[in-house]
């Protein structure tokens, strides 16, 4: 098993960046595919990105592609979200969450996630 807790939320202006962090305890972390995901109020939580158990490949949904960018240092059992260029509908809570398997964007295939961040973005 593997326990997860988010950082790094907060308020940020439009055009800014930051940083999100995930922390993971338990001693397979490795063996996980992480995940991003927010949630709005009112909304659906939605994907917003997934990296392989090694970090060597990434997937980002359309809505943060190209200002977004996920990595993780396995050491230090941590996965990173950047996040450049934001704008008011980034306003979210984040969560990571971790599968056994990898190539989802669901989040039900994600068996293992955080409390969450909330990041809110002023225009």
């Known amino acids: 098993q593997v326990q997860l807790v988010e950082s790094g939320g907060g308020l940020v202006q439009a055009g800014g960046s930051r940083r999100l962090s995930c922390a993971a305890s338990?001693?397979?972390?490795?063996?996980?595919?992480m995940g991003w995901f927010r949630q709005a109020p009112g909304k659906e939580r939605e994907f917003v990105g997934r990296i392989t158990w090694s970090g060597s490949s990434t997937v980002y949904a359309d809505s943060v592609k190209g200002r977004f960018t996920i990595s993780r240092d396995n050491a230090k059992m941590t996965v990173y979200l950047q996040m450049n260029s934001l704008i008011p509908v980034d306003t979210a809570v984040y969560y990571c969450?971790?599968?056994?398997?990898?190539?989802?964007?669901?989040?039900?295939?994600?068996?293992?996630w955080g409390q969450g961040t909330q990041v809110t973005v002023s225009s």
């Open positions: 969450a971790a599968s056994i398997s990898c190539g989802y964007s669901s989040p039900r295939y994600y068996g293992y």
């Open positions: 338990g001693r397979t972390f490795s063996s996980y595919c």
